[in-house]
């Protein structure tokens, strides 16, 4: 028997049976959760977590300053106010976290230290069987239940991406993924290189600049950034008005969803305005002397990536400061005593922050079979980025790129309970997504079109992802403005769902 085959065996005699495994307890997994206990009372459900408590993202992350890049008015959930400034500390998003898993009785439908292996379809018992082995004794458990929630996030939490660069091993400080943040890392009094410009540099860099002899981020190429108060105006008056908390979640929502539609409808029809926006807020910070266009110009349009926001500015304080610099060039290689630089300049650094992003990973390092065949989500398509032809009773919560995270967390859940609800109706055992006949000659195309969107994560592992259609039925738009309108209408009887 080889190391699988003694897992399942070991753990076939102690086999429990729930209606729903959902796995992972981040944002997605506690608020898929949240919705089953609402709206499908009494369904028997189960939260499997790698970690040793709740919060994903927010747990893994530990780096100095770690925040959210999006408000939480939007990035918390749609039933619970958010009543903080809207950027957010890991803490303080974990708390919040915490609130909802407390005062809806969640906390013993997840088992935490619960890493599943693997997940097999039978379309014979019409099961999942998921395995999963427990990080602290070792042993292997197994499940099974008539529908998978994958609520695992889209990285692999275990360890960030650090490119290869040459002679990385002379470098005689210490060299730090920030997802893996040491917490010895004294910083104080050291000069302290940052490689990498998107939202984990601009927030780390702030937290340490103070403290630090200096801080250079290095980019390769420049990255957009908002910037503004971290406030929001209409909540601070609605508050002083003494209106409802619950009214003003609602109510701020709606006001950061119409602004950011018609910045997002600026940044594709008029992207030089869009662009000009962008830069002249960052120029207010760093004055017009600061040589804007090399460093903070990139040369995409906005929102082709991510858009961190910036709150009070902080990173541009540092620099205006002197504390932090920017720097963008390429880096021949690493030395005993720095980086060197392409343009032939050198870096000196007693520690070297690799901030260049996430390892892709779809399906949270788990083996996926159906009916005795291995799956490979590439061969698959994607039914509106939740589900995927040829696999029966499975939904994946990917969230957007250019709104918050749970805003889809919302939405599918309110589908996936709809679907759910109706199964159980119609007395139907499993769905599965099929193309339809007038869907065989639909141009099958990656997950995402770079020309939308091309962080690195996405292009380095687009290879992966399963593939899109170019009908709105099969694919993730990135739209929720789209979403929250389209998804409550999907009609459950439509021919893309094949029900057993
Ligand atoms: C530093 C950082 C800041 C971010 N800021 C924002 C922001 O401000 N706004 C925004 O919209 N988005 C932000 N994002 C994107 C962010 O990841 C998502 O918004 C959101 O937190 C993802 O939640 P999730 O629950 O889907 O996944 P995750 O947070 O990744 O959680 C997935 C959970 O699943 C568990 N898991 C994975 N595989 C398995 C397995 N095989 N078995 C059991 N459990 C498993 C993991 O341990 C983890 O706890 C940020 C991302 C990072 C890294």
New binding site residues.
Partial sequence: MNVQQQIRAAAADSTEHFGVVI?????????AAYHLTKQCPGTSFVV????AS????????R?PG???????H??GYRFKPWTSAP??T?AE?LSYMGEVIEENDLSHHIRYR????SARWSSEENLWTIE?IRTDSGEAVRFTANFFWM???????AEGYTPEWKAMETFKGRIVH??QWPEDLDYKDKKVVVIGSG??AA?LIPAIDNDSAHVTMLQRSPTYFRTGRNAIDIAETLRALQVDETWIHEITRRKILYDQAVFTRKTFEEPEAAKKDLLSAVEAYLGPDYDIATHFTPKYRPWRQ?I??IPDGDLFQGIKSGKASVVTDEIDRFTETGILLKSGKALEADIIVTATG?NL?A????EFWVDGKPLDFADTVTYRGMMFTGVPNLVW?????R?????R?DLVADFVCRLLNHMKQTGARTVTPALRAEDHNMPLLPWIDPENFNPGYMMRGMHLLPKRGDKPEWQHNQDYWAEKDEFPAIDLNDRSFVYE
Avoid at 66 to 72: F, G, Q
Avoid at 151 to 157: A, F, I, K, P
Avoid at 397 to 401: D, E, N
């Fill in positions: 796995a992972g307890a981040g944002i997605s997994g506690v608020g499997l977590e790698t970690q709740f919060g994903g993202t927010w747990r893994t992350h780096y770690i925040r959210s890049d999006s408000d939480l939007t990035f950027i957010a890991a998003i619960h890493k599943i292996s999963a609520c695992q996030g889209y990285y692999r939490h920030p997802q939202a984990t927030t991510r961190a926001f996430f990973s399906n949270g390092d788990m919560v990917f969230g957007y790129f709104a918050s995270w749970t805003l967390v």
